[in-house]
């Protein structure tokens, strides 16, 4: 190697410099890069539970749409149907009797 193809030491020092900001640049890009792909499998990972309730609820209301074979009435409902018919009857006879 000739003298001419020799850096010196201001040149070298320059280089070092350079690649030291080019080594931080790269050491930025990734970081970038690991906090965009950690957004994107969060986001990703919110919209498949989204999915997920989405889907329960929707498997719920479907259930809650399709008769069953035995009709489930609450005891109060039963009672009131009771009560009421009892009244008619009641009125029915007494109509009935008066007429």
């Not at 070092?16 to 950690?38: C, F, G, H, T």
């Not at 498949?48 to 005891?75: G, Q, S, T, V, Y």
């Amino acid at each position: 190697m000739s003298s001419n193809d020799a850096l010196t030491d201001s040149e070298r020092a320059e280089l070092e410099q350079l690649r030291a900001q080019a080594a931080a640049q790269q050491k930025a890009a990734e970081r970038a890069e690991l906090e965009s792909l950690r957004e994107a499998q969060q986001a990703a990972q919110r919209q498949a539970e989204e999915d997920a309730r989405i889907a329960a609820i929707r498997e719920r209301n479907r259930r809650a749409m399709e008769p069953d074979e035995d009709l489930h009435m609450p005891f109060a409902q039963k009672l009131v149907l009771g009560v009421l018919a009892i009244v008619v009857i009641g009125c029915a006879i007494y109509y009935y009797l008066h007429h």
